[in-house]
Each structure stands twice: as C-alpha cells, then as structure tokens.
C-alpha cells in the first residue's frame, strides 16, 4: 500500500515538473499549440519514468532514511529515464516534438523537486516524532558518534515515544552544541539537575568504549534519582546490521561492582566455531545459556541444545529464534542420568564440541540432598564423556568450580571427581577433554547478588553470612567467553582455571550493592549476619597448595600442571564411582561420606550427619 502511495506521488510530480519546465521555457506563457504536444507526451513520460525507477527500486527507499546514496540512485533513475525520453521525442519531431531545453529543464527540475519532497517528508516526521507531547524525555550521555545515531534513530523511527531533552557530555568544547537538534546541556556531575528540571525518565548512555570507572562514576552520580538506565553495546557487542536503539542494555548496579571486565577480540574465536556442530548441555542454565547465545554469534553448523528443564529450553530456544533466524539449533529435552539416551543423542546429531555445564551447584540444597548431586554431577559427567569418546567427539569442556579446591561441600568434592575422571579419560584416550574451573557468576540463578538484589527490593533487610567471608566474582559473559577461549589453548586433560582477580568481601559487596541501587546500609537497608550454612567457606580458593599454576597464551587463563595418571588410575576411578553410587541408590549417607572422602582426600566435611529435612533451608544464602 505505501509503494502504490508513493508511486503516486510521483506521477503527480511528473506532471507538474514537465508543466513547470514549460512554463520555465516560454515565460509562464505557453503557447496553445504546445498544450496538445503535452497531452499527448505526458503518459509516455509517466510510464518511461515509473518503468526506470521501478528498475532502480526507487521504491524500496525507506524516506526516513533517505539520505545521499538514495539521491544517487535517484539521479541516476531521473537521468536514464529523460535520456529515454529524449529519444523517444527527437524520433518523432512532427507528432511528439518537443524543445529540447525542456527536456533539460524537466531532468533537472525533477531531480530537485522528488528530491526535496522526499527531505520534507523525513523532515516532518522526524519534527513530529521528536516532539512527542507524551513520549518519555531521556537524557543522553555522549555526545559523539553513537549519541548522534542514537538520536538520529529516534528521529527516523521513534517506536517507543522517545523525547530527548539533550545530551550529556564530559569534553568542554562541546558544551551548548546542537546536535540533530538537541543541545548539548552539561557534563555527567550536572545529570542530577538536569534530571529535576526536566523530568527525565531515562538515562541512556551512548559510549561504547566507557570503561568500568566511567559506567561506576555515572552510576554513582545517579544515585537516588530513581531513573531507568540503559547504555549502547560495547564495540565488540555493537551488531552493525541492526539499528543501535534496538541493542539498548539495561545498566545494572552489579555491572560495576568492584571488577573490571575482560576486554577481547571477538574474531579470535570464529575459526574454532564456524561451521561446527556443537552441543552444550545445562544449556538452559545461567552459564549454558550465555554459552548458546556467544557461540550462536559464530555461526556453527548446529547448535544443540541439551537440558532437562523444559521451560530453560524454551526460554534460550525462544531467545536464540528471536535474536538469530539464521541459526539451525536442535533443543533437546533430555537427562545425563540416562546414558542410553545420552549416547543416542551424540549418535544422532554427532557434535564435534561438547560444552558440559549441567550440574546441581547450589551448596545448602545439595547439602541435604547428596544422592542426587551424586547422580547428576558424577554420574552425569562420566555418562557425557563415555558418550563423547564412543562417538569421537573432537573436545570435551567440563565447566568446573572453585569450590572443588579443598572441598567442605558435596558440591565441590563432586565437582573435584568430575575434574579428575575428565582428566584421566582424556590422558588414557588422547581425547581434549578438559576443565575450566571459575569462581562465582554475578547473576547466575540462586546466587548471592540475586538474593541481595531481591532483599534490597523488599526493603532488606539484606542477609551476609559473615562478616570475613570473601568470594570471587566474574560477570556471566565474561566467564562465558573465556571458557570459549580455552578451546584454542587446550591438548587435553588440562584443567583451566579463570584469572578472577582479587577475591571480594561479601560484606562490602552487599554494602556497595545497597549504595548503587539508591540506598543507605544500615539506615535504609539493615544488613544481617546469619552465619556460614553447611558446606560454606569463608575464603574460596582457585587452587590447592599442591597445585602449580602456569600462564598461558591468554593472561586471563592459567592452567594447573597435571600429574600424568595412569590407566589403572582410570580403572580405580570408574571403580570407585560405581561404589559411589551404589552407596547413594541404598541411601547410605554414611558410607557414602566415607567414600567421598577417601576419593578426595582435601575433602573436609562440616559434619556426617547430613540433615534428612529441609530445615536448613531457612534463610539460606547461596554465596
């Protein structure tokens, strides 16, 4: 409907171009034998011009974009279709004869008016959107480039009633510049003010390359002004295909907390993806999902999606269709419990990367329910990388954690199991099957910023375990992406482990939470201590003391240097779990710790009894 409409429009313009070029030619005074040539020549012109553009695909010009490559094209369409006129004129002098300035006059002529009429349309949507009497007034920090897309999108399409107030920026030379018609009004210490005065809503910032103290400073700043913020991708997230308003991310308070994030080179991956077939399990998970979403960005063959939880596998299947229709991924509802099954699915589908991430991770809960971890975790990993090596997968990626240095929970000792069965598998057969071992993911699912950040939104008060806890913190893509970087460093049987910096005081970190949401510890937020749970440390550790850490290519992964094992260390092994979960099928709590124990000789349990109820799950606080 909108093509036809233009297309009308322009056969309007047609005509009044070749009158006007008349009227031009003989001084607003054409003479009456002219009329007839008129009449006779507008259809023809009409039809060559309409023919000429359709083949140009004038018409499948956006106006709010219409910038100079379209009035090139429009040029060339106006050019081609006069020079086919003039021919058809010049060969029949006596019946379609026309004065041959009129035929420049009417090329020129029309350029400027299709030209202008198309700028005036832009023009006046553009006016009438940014003039939303209802839209909601944002204020954008950054004045470069990314501000200045940012409002000319607005501009073009305003979807979602946007009226910017004026931008925000830090360099004194562009103080009072307008910029797409919006003034630039301060530096980011006036954002309060400006904020009062004109009723902002939303804060969006626009500079992709902001480092941490820059995102923590304006957070700061912001503090208390109860407005929504949203920022541009960084420079390696910016999708060049799709419109900069549309990739707006939320700014989180934990986005800023007390860690820098790790900056990469986001092609260094795409030769070890490209075109392969890849299946992550857990992928429903906090990690398995940012996984699914960082390598859909590569373009594999296939990206299998494996995780007993029907509504994950939903929510990352819905997301990856959204975000990339290109992609051909396979979800799958399945358990690693059941090897059969399992081993059918590798049959099937034949990936060449497996990334397992499935695993039961929240301490307390596993804590009183040992059977089952013992099941999921142990049993699970043994179950995929007995798969794996039937089916000559190529690698192998075991997501491990720090809890299984020195372990104190049933969580870490399986974790600790799962890396030395991956290890011996992968030196017994020659496979790359490795593990990446990392500390805590802000905003993984049950974790303790998830916990504060519910607690602070029901008005504390917030709960800390203690008040010399200290854990070590890493945002979800980050650790994402890493793990992914371990690929083009490991031979197999390594266990990575992640550089997560300096470890943080959970104490000061529930404090600094409070301080970014717009609150005051202590006096608008109380903050508690309830003592370490079951399994709970007071200082996480990356590697045991026996453990020797070596750098890599990549400084932000090291690897610890492994023992060579043997293959009567594997037959020990696989014997041992087979005992294990004979012990966890009879419920044999005591003789199962005993097990564990003698597995994992650093394994140090708060206790034998193990609760058989879920009181311990009062107020449990997840770190």
């Given at each position: 409907?909108q093509?036809?409409?233009?297309?009308?429009?322009?056969?309007?313009?047609?005509?009044?171009s070749?009158?006007?070029?008349?009227?031009?030619?003989?001084?607003?005074?054409?003479?009456?034998?002219?009329?007839?040539?008129?009449?006779?020549?507008?259809?023809?012109?009409?039809?060559?011009?309409?023919?000429?553009?359709?083949?140009?695909?004038?018409?499948?010009?956006?106006?709010?974009?219409?910038?100079?490559?379209?009035?090139?094209?429009?040029?060339?369409?106006?050019?081609?279709?006069?020079?086919?006129?003039?021919?058809?004129?010049?060969?029949?002098?006596?019946?379609?004869?026309?004065?041959?300035?009129?035929?420049i006059?009417?090329?020129?002529?029309?350029?400027?008016?299709?030209?202008?009429?198309?700028?005036?349309?832009?023009?006046?949507?553009?006016?009438?959107?940014?003039?939303?009497?209802?839209?909601?007034?944002?204020?954008?920090?950054g004045?470069?480039?990314?501000?200045?897309s940012?409002?000319r999108?607005?501009?073009?399409?305003?979807?979602?009633?946007?009226?910017?107030?004026?931008?925000?920026?830090d360099?004194?030379?562009k103080?009072g510049?307008?910029?797409?018609?919006?003034?630039?009004?301060?530096?980011?210490?006036?954002?309060?003010?400006i904020?009062?005065?004109?009723?902002?809503?939303?804060?969006i910032?626009?500079?992709?390359?902001?480092?941490?103290?820059?995102?923590?400073?304006?957070?700061?700043?912001?503090?208390?002004?109860?407005?929504?913020m949203?920022?541009?991708?960084?420079l390696?997230?910016?999708n060049?295909?799709?419109?900069?308003?549309?990739?707006?991310?939320?700014?989180?308070?934990?986005?800023?907390?007390?860690?820098?994030?790790?900056?990469?080179?986001?092609?260094?991956?795409?030769?070890?993806?490209?075109?392969?077939r890849?299946?992550?399990?857990?992928?429903?998970?906090?990690?398995?999902k940012?996984?699914c979403?960082?390598?859909?960005?590569?373009k594999?063959?296939?990206?299998?999606?494996?995780?007993?939880?029907?509504?994950?596998?939903?929510?990352?299947?819905?997301?990856?269709?959204?975000?990339?229709?290109?992609?051909?991924f396979r979800?799958i509802?399945?358990?690693?419990?059941?090897?059969?099954?399992?081993?059918?699915?590798?049959?099937?589908?034949?990936?060449?990367?497996?990334?397992?991430?499935?695993?039961?991770?929240?301490?307390?809960?596993?804590?009183i329910?040992?059977?089952?971890?013992?099941?999921n975790?142990?049993?699970?990993?043994?179950?995929?990388a007995q798969?794996?090596?039937?089916?000559?997968?190529?690698?192998?990626?075991?997501?491990?954690?720090?809890?299984?240095?020195?372990?104190?929970?049933?969580?870490?000792?399986?974790?600790?199991?799962?890396?030395?069965?991956?290890?011996?598998v992968?030196?017994?057969?020659?496979?790359?099957?490795?593990?990446v071992?990392?500390?805590?993911?802000?905003?993984?699912?049950?974790?303790?910023?998830?916990?504060?950040k519910?607690?602070?939104?029901?008005?504390?008060?917030?709960?800390?375990?203690?008040?010399?806890?200290?854990?070590?913190?890493?945002?979800?893509?980050?650790?994402?992406?890493?793990?992914?970087e371990?690929?083009?460093?490991?031979?197999?049987?390594?266990i990575?482990?992640?550089?997560?910096?300096?470890?943080?005081?959970?104490?000061?970190?529930?404090?600094?939470?409070?301080?970014?949401?717009?609150?005051?510890?202590?006096?608008?937020?109380?903050?508690?201590?309830?003592?370490l749970k079951?399994?709970?440390?007071?200082?996480?550790?990356?590697?045991?003391?026996?453990?020797?850490?070596?750098?890599?290519?990549?400084?932000?992964?090291?690897?610890?240097?492994?023992?060579?094992?043997?293959?009567?260390?594997?037959?020990?092994?696989?014997?041992?779990i087979?005992?294990?979960?004979?012990?966890?099928?009879?419920?044999?709590r005591?003789?199962?710790?005993?097990?564990?124990?003698q597995?994992?000789?650093?394994?140090?349990?708060?206790?034998?009894?193990?609760?058989?109820?879920f009181?311990?799950?009062?107020?449990?606080?997840?770190?």
């Amino acid at each position: 409907m909108q093509k036809m409409i233009k297309i009308f429009m322009d056969m309007f313009l047609f005509g009044v171009s070749f009158i006007a070029s008349f009227l031009i030619r003989f001084e607003m005074m054409i003479p009456s034998p002219y009329w007839n040539r008129i009449l006779r020549l507008l259809p023809i012109l009409v039809v060559i011009r309409i023919c000429v553009f359709l083949f140009f695909k004038i018409y499948h010009f956006d106006y709010n974009y219409f910038s100079v490559p379209n009035a090139i094209s429009l040029f060339k369409a106006v050019f081609y279709s006069s020079m086919i006129f003039s021919v058809v004129c010049l060969s029949s002098p006596n019946y379609f004869g026309c004065p041959r300035s009129v035929l420049i006059i009417d090329g020129l002529l029309l350029f400027v008016i299709v030209c202008f009429t198309r700028c005036l349309l832009r023009l006046i949507k553009r006016e009438t959107l940014m003039k939303l009497k209802n839209g909601r007034h944002i204020l954008i920090v950054g004045a470069g480039d990314a501000g200045e897309s940012v409002l000319r999108e607005i501009r073009c399409y305003n979807r979602y009633h946007y009226r910017p107030i004026g931008l925000i920026d830090d360099n004194p030379r562009k103080y009072g510049k307008i910029i797409q018609g919006i003034r630039v009004l301060g530096n980011t210490k006036s954002i309060p003010e400006i904020v009062s005065r004109y009723n902002v809503e939303e804060l969006i910032i626009a500079i992709p390359s902001a480092s941490h103290e820059q995102l923590s400073e304006i957070l700061d700043i912001c503090n208390g002004l109860r407005i929504n913020m949203l920022r541009v991708p960084s420079l390696c997230e910016i999708n060049e295909k799709k419109s900069l308003i549309n990739q707006l991310k939320e700014t989180k308070p934990e986005n800023v907390l007390f860690r820098k994030q790790v900056e990469w080179d986001c092609k260094s991956l795409a030769k070890g993806i490209l075109e392969k077939r890849i299946l992550v399990t857990g992928a429903g998970g906090s990690i398995g999902k940012e996984l699914c979403r960082q390598i859909a960005k590569y373009k594999p063959n296939d990206l299998i999606l494996f995780d007993n939880c029907e509504y994950n596998i939903f929510c990352i299947s819905k997301e990856l269709k959204e975000k990339y229709p290109y992609l051909n991924f396979r979800p799958i509802i399945a358990d690693i419990t059941d090897y059969g099954l399992t081993h059918k699915i590798l049959k099937t589908y034949k990936p060449d990367i497996i990334f397992h991430a499935a695993a039961y991770k929240h301490v307390s809960l596993v804590e009183i329910n040992p059977e089952i971890a013992i099941k999921n975790n142990i049993i699970g990993t043994k179950n995929i990388a007995q798969a794996a090596m039937t089916e000559h997968v190529s690698k192998l990626v075991f997501i491990s954690s720090d809890k299984a240095v020195n372990p104190n929970s049933i969580m870490g000792a399986t974790k600790r199991i799962c890396e030395e069965y991956i290890k011996r598998v992968s030196m017994e057969n020659g496979n790359k099957f490795f593990g990446v071992r990392f500390g805590n993911v802000l905003g993984s699912s049950g974790s303790v910023l998830e916990i504060f950040k519910d607690q602070i939104a029901k008005g504390g008060p917030v709960t800390v375990t203690d008040i010399n806890a200290y854990r070590y913190f890493m945002t979800i893509p980050e650790a994402a992406h890493l793990v992914l970087e371990t690929l083009l460093l490991a031979k197999g049987g390594e266990i990575f482990v992640l550089d997560m910096g300096k470890a943080v005081r959970i104490y000061d970190f529930a404090k600094e939470l409070i301080i970014k949401s717009g609150y005051r510890p202590g006096i608008d937020i109380e903050i508690i201590f309830t003592g370490l749970k079951k399994g709970e440390k007071l200082v996480e550790q990356l590697r045991e003391d026996s453990e020797k850490l070596n750098p890599t290519q990549n400084k932000k992964i090291l690897k610890v240097k492994s023992n060579n094992g043997s293959a009567e260390d594997l037959v020990q092994l696989d014997n041992d779990i087979n005992e294990l979960m004979n012990y966890a099928n009879d419920m044999n709590r005591k003789a199962l710790m005993q097990k564990i124990k003698q597995m994992v000789p650093t394994y140090k349990s708060p206790v034998l009894d193990i609760p058989r109820d879920f009181s311990e799950l009062d107020s449990i606080n997840i770190n």
